[in-house]
């Protein structure tokens, strides 16, 4: 699994990605995509992650804090919860 650690961490990340997770999120624009940051998101039966990417390779970078970043990744975790434990 492409996101395995970034998911069990519970932790957001600042930086660059592998490139498998980049071709993965970004398809073509993969190579262009020269920061990122990756949220973990989570439910009780389920785990995902939002990942932002830029082309400028100062936006995100490992060591950045990533507070507000980590409140939203509860707050999309609660909204996204009754339509993904639906299914």
């Known amino acids: 699994m ?3 650690t970034i998911i069990k961490s519970k932790q957001a990340i600042c930086g660059r990605m592998g490139h498998q997770q980049q ?6 624009e993969a190579d262009e995509i020269t920061s990122s940051v990756m949220v973990p ?7 995902g ?9 100062d ?10 970043l980590a409140n939203m990744s509860e707050v999309l975790s609660f909204i996204l919860k009754p339509w993904i434990e639906e299914t």
């Open 2 to 4: 492409l996101f395995k």
């Open 23 to 28: 071709a993965f999120l970004f398809g073509n």
């Open 41 to 47: 998101l989570m439910g009780s039966n389920w785990d």
């Open 49 to 57: 992650i939002m990942a932002i990417g830029s082309f400028n390779p």
């Open 59 to 68: 936006r995100f970078q490992p060591g950045m804090g990533v507070e507000l």
